[in-house]
């Protein structure tokens, strides 16, 4: 073996350990991420009801001794061709025994960035903001306002 043959094998593993540590760098540079929501984000897509009047799902929509409703679950599908569904289960629970219940309401829905309209097909409507990740409005349950927050599925 030559005497140099050593030294630049060295080299060689000093130059490969540079080539890998460049590779394997960022360039001091980090990844942003995903852009944060904003309320100019298109709103259409799928949510799932989160809160109601602040509190988790399910809620107690009403309670009295022997008799109860209970809000379970709801989701609200905005279609890009700017149409709604909006589903409600609710649990009516009379002398310990539980009965459910689902509720559709269709219509047509809007959005100027954050505002969002919904417009019931009877005639009905809720006025909207959008966070970009969160829908927030009032809605009517049986003369009483709900205040009501859906979170957007990814």
């Known amino acids: 073996m030559a005497p140099w043959s050593g030294r630049v094998f060295r080299q060689t593993r000093v130059v490969a350990a540079f080539v ?58 905005l279609q890009p061709g ?13 002398a310990g025994f539980a009965s459910t219940f689902a509720d559709t ?5 809007t959005q100027s960035a954050g505002n969002v309209s919904l417009n019931a097909t009877g005639g009905d409507a809720a006025a909207a903001t959008w966070d970009g990740r969160q829908l927030g409005f009032q ?10 927050v859906y979170r957007k599925s990814p």
Do not use: H, K, M
Not at 82 to 94: K, M, P, R, S, Y
Not at 139 to 148: K, W
């Open 105 to 109: 309401t269709r219509g047509s829905w």
């Open 20 to 77: 890998l540590a460049a590779a394997c760098s960022d360039g001091g540079t980090t990844d942003p991420g995903p852009p944060a929501p904003s309320p100019t984000d298109p709103v259409a897509g799928t949510f799932s009801l989160t809160t109601v009047n602040t509190q988790p799902v399910p809620f107690a929509l009403f309670v009295e001794t022997g008799f109860r409703i209970d809000l379970t679950q709801s989701t609200l599908a």
């Open 139 to 148: 809605l009517d349950y049986d003369g009483s306002p709900l205040a009501v």
């Open 82 to 94: 700017g149409e709604f569904v909006l589903a409600i289960t609710t649990v009516e629970t009379v």
